[in-house]
Every structure is written in C-alpha cells, then in structure tokens.
Nanobody, 115 residues
Framework: QVQLVESGGGLVQAGGSLRLSCATS????????MNWYRQAPGKQRELVAG???????NYADSVKGRFTITRDNAMNTVYLRMNSLKPEDTAIYYC?????????WGQGTQVTVSS
C-alpha cells in the first residue's frame, strides 16, 4: 500500500511563503518521480512541480521562479517551497506518485493566499 502523508498548508498573505512536505516509504521514494499537483475550486487538477529520483525537476509555467521542489533522501520526503505567493495559488495541494499506470495521492493540504 502506498501512503503519502502531507503537511504544511495554511493561510498566508500575498507575497508570503509556505513549505509543503510529503513523506512516503523508502522503496517508493528512491525509485519514482514525486509530484505536487493542485486543484482550485471549479478547476481541474494541475501539475505544479515534479522531481525525479535523480533530482531533475520540472515546473508549471505559472510557478517557475517562485516555487522550488526538493527531496530529502534520508527522510524519504519531498518538499515544495512556495515563495511570492499570489491569490491565484489558492488551492488544495496534493502529493502524487505514479507507479506504472496507477496514480497515488496524498490527502491534500489547503493553501489559501489572501490579497
């Protein structure tokens, strides 16, 4: 069973910062790409950032230069550092891993950015 445990969401003013964390088991973390998605009310879930087991990263255009995805191999944890937050970043953020054809999701953590 794949478990993804997220933490770190909250309420922040525009321009502020938050860091999200997602912990999983070692056998998952060491092999597969880890991703962060988000879903705003009335919108489709979208990929925010991903990081491979080798450390290569990719970002949505809307967050490039503001968000940074990193991984701590010793802690089997992936982080999403979010700086210069905007009201349009408000969403539920989900940790994700895709194993073969199956997607696994964390429980989601709410990020709310006030203007």
């Amino acid at each position: 069973q794949v478990q993804l445990v997220e933490s770190g969401g909250g309420l922040v003013q525009a321009g502020g910062s938050l860091r999200l964390s997602c912990a999983t088991s070692r056998n998952i973390f060491s092999i597969y790409q880890m991703n962060w998605y988000r879903q705003a009310p009335g919108k489709q879930r979208e990929l925010v950032a991903g990081i491979t087991s080798g450390g290569s990263t990719n970002y949505a255009d809307s967050v490039k230069g503001r968000f940074t995805i990193t991984r701590d191999n010793a802690m089997n944890t992936v982080y999403l550092r979010m700086n210069s937050l905007k009201p349009e970043d408000t969403a539920i953020y989900y940790c994700n891993v895709r194993i073969r054809s199956d997607n696994y999701w964390g429980q989601g953590t709410q990020v709310t950015v006030s203007s």
